[in-house]
């Protein structure tokens, strides 16, 4: 025929060319030609293993770099270079939901381009804060805490009541009960955990006051009514 279709694969990293030759037959008249194609490789884009991290946080994405590919990524936000097959990402992550974002890497080799995908997911860190009960006096003493900040749903909750507490920890938002066994100012600390990131420790006290004591004198021990 004279104009057949090539087809051909490439799996060795460099190009491949081949030479095709053509045979025309006019009237027993004979005349040749050659074609050269040329097959490139086409290039394998890894963006690597999605990753995860706190605000603020790091990590490496995509693979070591292959010989004589070039690389570009989307979005470049956040990437310690765009143009790079492994490149480090740092992100912050102020909202109260989880970031997920899909970074491309697009490789070039010989004019073939292939992409891939990364996702980067940024969770938000906490904040922890409470206000302190009133004071209250130290016999059958029993406070209750509230716990506020800014967390999701899936938050842990540590309070820690000092060693003159019973109990000393609770792990849960609003804890009730809370007995200190001697007067005085008690420290007492409120932290939030989520996805592994941990929150500024809010620290606060509260009063407890001692019993007063009664005391009397008197002038007379004994004697007739009245004394």
Avoid: E, H
């Avoid at 790091?58 to 070591?64: L, M, V």
């Amino acid at each position: 025929i004279s104009g057949p279709a090539v087809s051909s694969t490439n799996g060795t990293g460099n190009p491949i060319s081949t030479v095709y030759f053509v045979t025309t037959t006019y009237f027993g008249c004979i005349t040749t030609d050659s074609v050269v194609v040329t097959v490139n490789p086409v290039p394998v884009s890894d963006a690597g293993a999605d990753v995860s991290f706190c605000s603020g946080g790091s990590a490496n994405i995509g693979t070591p770099p292959t010989t004589g590919y070039s690389y570009s990524w989307t979005p470049a936000t956040g990437l310690s270079g765009s143009a790079i097959a492994d490149p480090s990402i740092t992100l912050f992550n102020t909202a109260n939901f989880v970031q997920q974002i899909n970074y491309i890497v697009t490789s070039t080799v010989f004019n073939c381009v292939t992409t891939d995908t990364v996702l980067v997911i940024v969770y938000p860190i906490p904040t922890a804060s409470f206000t302190p009960p009133s004071g209250q006096c130290l016999t059958n003493n029993s406070f209750s805490f509230a716990g506020n900040g800014t967390f999701l749903p899936s938050a842990a909750f540590l309070w820690d009541f000092g060693i003159n507490a019973t109990p000393q920890y609770a792990t849960v938002q609003n804890p009730s009960d809370i007995n200190f066994l001697i007067p005085g100012t008690q420290p007492v600390s409120f932290t939030i955990t989520q996805f592994g990131c941990t929150s500024n420790v809010a620290m606060n006290t509260v009063n407890v006051y001692p019993m007063p004591l009664i005391s009397y004198s008197t002038d007379n021990f004994s004697g007739c009514q009245p004394l």
